[in-house]
């Protein structure tokens, strides 16, 4: 099941793509729970009852929907709740390629590295990322595994994370790299507006065969960039649950960034990073394609 946020006769609201992907069926009218317009707030109170309600609704297309063409698709989630949770360098061949622009000694590491984004607004497919050259020429992409917390926990442990988990999506951690080396630290080379990119849809965890091997790959105008498998994340999708919730509590609605594989245009020589007018694609196989224009 595929969940998103979109924009229909003015009216901002969530709904669920039909199977063959053509049409987009409103939460709150098959539910019938006006509070169904926020995807915080459905994330947060959904019950499996509704999922199930959901999911036969969507088997047995008794529901007309509207045409994906008629609706403008947002980030399923707009305004989180907190920063976004981001683990850097988690895979192998990222390391590799980042070892070369950051001073840090990355490869003996023992533990997940965090750091986090701020984002007023994330963005959505086909809305446009500010490239801000004024302030940084080094504009780069990441695509990476977005996981989306479905219930709130605190110590949880490794065989339970699951449990906690709503869905996953595509997340673009767009980055500024010259302000990433001029700070000590990356919270503002990561957080310029614009530059946190989740979507297209949230996938239900129910569709993903647990742990998540996809494949997973960006684009620059068509060109393949990045292009590896979640299954090579090195803390896995457990693990980091189970690692960052020892002492914090994780809420429904939190987003979890897990990393990006090598191929990002800073890992390039001489390093090849985004410009106007480019075209961003990033896919996770089973999820979808995220698409943005800079500009
Ligand atoms: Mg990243």
């Known amino acids: 099941m595929k969940f998103l946020t979109f924009i229909h006769e003015g009216k901002e609201q969530i709904g669920v793509l039909s199977l063959d992907e053509k049409k987009v069926l409103r939460i709150s009218r098959i539910i019938g729970h006006e509070r169904y317009l926020d995807m915080n707030r459905f994330i947060e109170e959904v019950t499996d009852t509704d999922i199930e309600i959901l999911s036969q609704v969507l088997v047995n297309e008794r529901n007309v929907g509207v045409p994906v063409e008629e609706v403008m698709m947002r980030s399923p989630i707009i305004r989180p709740k907190h920063d976004i949770i981001c683990v ?12 070369m622009f950051l001073r840090d000694d990355l490869e003996n590491r023992e533990k997940p590295v965090y750091f986090s984004k701020r984002t007023t607004r994330i963005i959505g497919n086909d809305e446009d990322i500010r490239a801000f050259s004024d302030i940084d020429e080094e504009l780069d992409y990441e695509v ?22 709503f869905g996953y999506s595509i997340f673009n951690d767009v980055s500024a790299r010259k302000l990433q080396t001029e700070h000590l630290q990356w919270y503002k080379s990561k957080s310029l507006d614009t530059h946190s990119i989740l979507g297209p849809v949230i996938v239900h965890k129910s569709a993903l065969k647990f742990p998540i091997k996809l494949d997973i790959m960006s684009r620059v105008n068509g060109e393949k960039r990045q292009e590896s498998n979640t299954e090579l994340l090195m803390n896995d999708i457990s693990a ?10 994780l809420e429904p609605g939190d987003i979890i960034a897990t990393g990006t594989p090598a191929g990002v245009g800073k890992g390039f020589n001489p390093p090849r990073f985004m410009r106007k007018g480019d075209i961003v694609e990033c896919e996770i196989e089973g999820i979808g394609i995220l698409r943005n224009r800079v500009i």
Do not use: C, W
């Open 144 to 165: 990476e595994l977005a996981v989306i917390i479905g219930k709130r926990g605190i110590d949880i442990p490794k065989e339970k994370a699951e449990e906690y988990i």
């Open 88 to 99: 850097g360098v988690n895979y192998a061949s990222h390391i590799r390629e980042s070892s």
């Open 240 to 249: 980091i649950i189970s690692d960052f919730s020892r002492g914090i509590t």
